[in-house]
């Protein structure tokens, strides 16, 4: 080759150390993939032929171009390297070559054309290079598009596929909303012929159960807010049927992200639907009367109760017929049904005009939700209607019944707002009507309700207090109204409680004989008094005094009375004479035989009886007279009516001669009379006047502790 013969001329050292100069320099002026070496290598090849063609006749530029190509193509492409591989073909490489020889002649000229030409063989390899780069980039974009265009076309039919043969209904739309195409499924979904929906538009699908905000949310489908939407929709079919169905939208764009149509597809679960709906009635409802049961009112009333702000005024009738177990109990079940069936519908019409929700509570109970009413006023106006609505005859198989109902009206303005606290109250006013008669409405009152929450506290409290031994007995003198002596004393119980402190029996007796513990209390009493008794008896055998005791009605009527009785002065050792029991009116007054008997086998025991409280009550004088008893205590009211101290009133005579009667009356009946709360000297005086025998009082002293009574023996 030509460079082989040129090297003769070429100064061989010095080609080398300039091929080791240049390779030093593109390895620093940019990345080399060849190995120091190598390229020191390939650079010595150039330096070479470039060498000889400078020193040889032929034209310098093709090879100095084509050297340019190399470098391209050996990848030494960096704009440093090419600048210092042209500059120092003029600064270096001449030097080295010629190794201090002199120059061929015009070395000058063609060091320059030289220069250029490897410049322009470095260009334009650099050109075709990236042309040839552009040019497969180009090549592998089109076959790519190719192969995408394939895949659209596989998914076009795959999708047409889908399209004709689902069993789910696919409807196409424009963004406008016209309907481009429809399958088979959708067109029988809504009862059309497919030609007849296309072209429609979808807002002829509206319904008006649609779910709020839906076609909202298709507008901004279709403005390309969002790619997909999932309702459950309603539509008309053609036939004006509806069906229900899951509805799925998705939006399908232009390349450049533009909506482009939207796909709807659509399934029928109609079925499913209805089975849903049943199945939630079936919660919600109550079997018998198919009237909302208590889960769907509680619901309804917590919505009203907490949806609107402020929270809307709510009113609750709570009905419960009067009397229904006996109805049940007496016709049967089967006619009980149909009376609570015939009761539920007449509540229901009597207040569907007004919308109100009418629930079955359950049993007998029913309740009349009334929402926006004005006030209260509205929610008794209601509970008159319901009540009238009862108590309308009711014909069941062929009996003619008359039903009656109670009511409790709450309303939220006085029972709070929270569901609990208002069907508490109800229940509690509903107890109240009944309480007062029943076949009525009664309206929850606050503070009442408070009143009777303390009242059961102190009832759930007794049992226990009983059993701690926090009930004390006082005792109140029962002095002779000829000379004043001490005869007898009343055992009165109080109640040492650790919170309210000494309670008098006033607060407690009524409950305790309404819970039947007056029986354990009063036997209590019994004992205890026996036994003071029984001590003073020891102490002051001259006394005689007499202990007398309360007897509640329902102890009386306990059979084991007089049992009870003769085991406390057994077990006490107190004389049966110095023990007086006093009853009250109504707990002797009864025609039955029974209770006269217990009289008189207490009075065979040997102890005394008496009246208690005598005129209060419904006495049959006439009666009187057959019980076994020694004393009549004149109720207190008698006593205020003597005010000796005003003589010349009018009523103050009546009163004195109404005692002057009651006392003669006792005296024929040979009974003694205790004059009961006496206050003032005064009373003393007329009473003693009236020939009253004894009496009890302020004035004579109070109820007091044991000790009070046993310094006061002590002190005749
Ligand atoms: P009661 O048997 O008629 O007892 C007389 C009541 O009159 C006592 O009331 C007594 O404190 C009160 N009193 C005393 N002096 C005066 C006075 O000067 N003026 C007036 N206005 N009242 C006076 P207390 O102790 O509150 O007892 C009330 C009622 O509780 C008793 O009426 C009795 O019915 C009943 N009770 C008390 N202890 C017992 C008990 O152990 N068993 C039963 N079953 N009932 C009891
Ligand atoms: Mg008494
Ligand atoms: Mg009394």
């Not at 270096?92 to 030409?117: H, K």
């Not at 003694?672 to 006047?689: F, G, H, K, N, S």
Request: charged residues 25%.
């Amino acid at each position: 080759m030509a460079g082989t013969s040129g090297g003769n001329a070429a100064d061989r050292s010095g080609a080398e150390r300039y091929a080791a100069e240049w390779a030093q320099a593109v390895r620093r002026l940019g990345f080399v993939p060849l190995s120091a070496a190598e390229t020191e290598r390939l650079l010595l090849v150039h330096t070479l032929r470039l060498a000889h063609v400078l020193f040889s006749a032929e034209p310098a530029a093709p090879a100095a171009e084509e050297v340019g190509r190399a470098l391209v193509e050996a990848h030494l492409t960096e704009p440093g390297m090419i600048e210092w591989s042209v500059r120092s073909l003029a600064d270096r490489f001449p030097a080295q070559v010629l190794g201090g020889r002199a120059g061929p002649p015009g070395l000058g000229d063609r060091i320059a054309a030289m220069q250029g030409a490897l410049a322009a063989g470095f260009a334009r390899a650099l050109r075709d290079r990236t042309f040839t780069q552009q040019e497969r980039i180009a090549r592998s974009a089109w076959q790519a598009r190719d192969t995408v265009e394939q895949a659209l076309r596989d998914s076009e039919a795959r999708f047409r596929a889908v399209f004709r043969g689902a069993a789910i209904g696919i409807g196409i739309a424009g963004v406008d909303g016209t309907i481009i195409d429809v399958n088979q499924p959708f067109a029988d979904m809504l009862g059309y012929q497919i030609e007849e929906l296309r072209r429609t538009n979808v807002a002829s699908l509206f319904h008006p159960d649609d779910a709020a905000g839906m076609w909202e949310l298709y507008e901004e489908l279709v403005e390309g807010k969002h790619d997909t939407a999932r309702v459950e929709k309603r539509y008309y079919r053609k036939d004006g049927s509806a069906v229900w169905t899951d509805l799925a939208v998705s939006l399908i764009r232009y390349d450049d992200g533009r909506p482009r149509f939207t796909v709807a597809v659509v399934e029928d679960i109609t079925e499913r639907y209805e089975l849903q709906q049943r199945l939630r009635f079936q919660a919600l409802h109550d079997p018998l009367t198919g009237l909302p049961n208590r889960t769907l009112f509680f619901e309804t009333l917590d919505r009203l109760l907490n949806s609107a702000a402020p929270p809307g005024r709510v009113g609750v009738c709570f009905l419960d017929l009067d009397g229904f177990k006996a109805i049940n109990d007496g016709l049967g079940h089967d006619l009980g049904d149909r009376l609570l069936v015939t009761i539920a519908r007449r509540l229901a019409d009597c207040v569907a005009e007004q919308g109100y929700l009418v629930a079955r509570m359950g049993g007998d109970e029913f309740v009349i939700l009334v929402d926006g009413g004005a006030g209260v006023d509205d929610v008794i106006a209601v509970a008159e209607l319901a009540l009238a609505a009862v108590s309308a005859p009711v014909r069941v198989g062929d009996q003619q019944l008359a039903v009656s109902a109670s009511v409790g009206i709450v309303d939220s303005d006085l029972a709070g707002t929270s569901a609990s606290a208002l069907m508490k109250a109800a229940d509690t006013t509903l107890y109240w009507a009944k309480a007062e008669g029943r076949g009525r409405w009664a309206v929850y009152d606050p503070e009442r309700s408070a009143r009777d929450i303390a009242r059961s506290a102190l009832v759930a409290g007794l049992p226990v207090a009983l059993d701690r031994g926090e009930f004390v007995l006082h005792y109140q003198p029962i002095v002779s109204l000829l000379d004043g002596r001490l005869l007898a004393v009343e055992a009165l119980v109080r109640w040492q409680h650790p919170e309210l402190g000494l309670i008098g029996p006033d607060r407690f007796i009524g409950l305790a004989e309404e819970t039947g513990l007056i029986v354990r209390l009063g036997e209590w009493v019994l004992r205890r008094a026996c036994r003071d008794a029984r001590r003073w008896h020891t102490e002051f055998p001259e006394a005689r005094l007499v202990v007398s005791v309360n007897l509640a009605a329902r102890q009386a009527d306990a059979p084991a009375i007089v049992d009870t009785v003769a085991d406390a002065l057994a077990s006490s050792g107190l004389p049966a004479e110095l023990l007086q029991l006093e009853l009250t009116e109504s707990a002797v007054m009864g025609s039955a035989e029974e209770p006269l008997r217990t009289l008189h086998r207490l009075a065979a025991l040997g102890v005394r009886l008496a009246i208690d409280d005598f005129g209060t009550g419904y006495s049959n004088l006439a009666y009187l007279r057959r019980l076994p008893i020694t004393c009549l205590k004149l109720a207190a009211p008698f006593v205020e009516g003597i005010r000796g101290d005003e003589p010349d009133l009018a009523a103050d005579h009546r009163g004195e001669r109404i005692v002057d009667a009651l006392v003669r009356l006792a005296h024929a009946l040979e009974l003694w009379v205790t004059a009961e709360a006496v206050e003032t000297e005064a009373q003393a005086e007329r009473l003693r006047a009236l020939r009253c025998d004894t009496a009890q009082g302020r004035l004579f002293g109070p109820p007091e502790p044991e000790q009070a009574i046993t310094a006061r023996l002590r002190a005749v």
